[in-house]
């Protein structure tokens, strides 16, 4: 991670969500919406009411210039973000000086300041901005597709939960991951060729690199060309299709995955290390997951069973 520039002033804000349901003083549940294949919560900041969208490829909280464009000054920063607004060349950084996420506030926390104008536009949606990893790396995140909310829980620098008792539903299972700068990486296997994920909650669309070896690409099924609107609203053509026999360790694998084959290099560059996939929206459409970045550890509960 390379060093920020520091913010030349401090401003005071704070975030509130309110739809959120307190579970104990270190514990909320928010509900959240899928706008296509985007997680999005509803947030109130400096007198706005708008939409948040939950990325774990992204670095920072991130912040909407269409709707902030007078919350000066703005200090330009060196560095390249990642996640669903990589690649975008104009970002500036601002220093919240208090940042209260529902019941839990921070304090000094920096945002980058981008206009997200192309996102706001291609998904006919209010966006104040993103949440990424800056704010959820200080909590166990519990993203379930089954209940269509998100449960944040307060841990301590080691990972432990400040409050044990926060799971109605069991843990069954879980796999360890490597967190290089913000990025989780899973290793995996598909037709038993060794590959490397990143796991981005902000991703519409599973990615597999068109690099890898063919004999994992077998098990890539092609079914369409794809026009996809990249970060800056550059489109790029993709073959799309399903994809199969993604494992993850001895018990953790998934279905079909719908994927779209691609070139991953400038993604790799945005995330500083050498991807051969992202996991994103089909990922958490089959698992409900559960990420502890201080532990680097993912749990899974399964989805209730269904009876006729």
């Known amino acids: 991670m ?3 520039n520091k913010p030349i002033n401090s401003i005071t804000n704070s975030i509130t969500f309110p739809k959120a349901e307190i579970v104990n003083s270190n514990t909320t549940r928010i509900p959240f919406k899928l706008i ?3 997680i999005v919560v509803e947030a109130q900041l400096l007198d706005k009411k708008g939409n948040f969208i939950i990325d774990t490829g992204s670095e920072a909280l991130i912040l909407n210039k269409v709707h902030f464009p007078d919350a000066h000054p703005f200090q330009m920063k060196s560095e390249e973000t990642s996640g669903i607004v990589s690649e975008i060349e104009t970002i500036h950084e601002k220093r919240l000086k208090e940042f209260t996420l529902q019941n839990v506030k921070l304090y000094n926390t920096d945002a980058d300041v981008i206009d997200l104008s192309h996102i706001e536009n291609s998904k006919h949606m209010n966006l104040l901005g993103i949440i990424g990893y800056s704010i959820l790396k200080d909590y166990e995140v ?3 597709f089954y ?5 944040l829980t307060k841990v301590d620098q080691y990972g432990n939960k400040l409050n044990k008792k926060v799971y109605l539903e069991k843990i069954v299972d879980s796999i360890d991951f490597k967190l290089k700068n913000h990025t989780i990486i ?3 296997t598909i037709n038993k060729q060794n590959l490397k994920f990143g796991l981005d909650s902000g991703a519409e669309f599973n990615q597999i690199n068109k690099s890898i070896n063919k004999k994992a690409l077998k098990y890539f099924v092609p079914k369409r060309r794809l026009l996809l609107s990249g970060a800056g609203n ?3 053509e993709v ?3 399903k994809l199969y026999s993604v494992k993850l360790s001895n018990s953790v694998y998934f279905g079909p995955m719908y994927t779209v084959l691609t070139n991953l290099s400038n993604m790799n560059e945005a995330f500083g290390t050498n991807l051969d996939g992202i996991l994103g929206f089909e990922f958490f459409k089959q698992k409900r997951t ?3 970045y201080q532990k680097e550890k993912i749990y899974f509960i399964d989805y209730p069973k269904t009876t006729h």
């Open 2 to 4: 390379s060093a920020r």
């Open 36 to 38: 296509d294949h985007l």
């Open 142 to 144: 519990f993203i379930d």
């Open 147 to 151: 209940l269509n909310q998100i449960t």
């Open 186 to 188: 899973l290793y995996g």
């Open 234 to 236: 550059k489109k790029i």
């Open 239 to 241: 073959l799309a299709g």
């Open 290 to 292: 559960i990420i502890n």
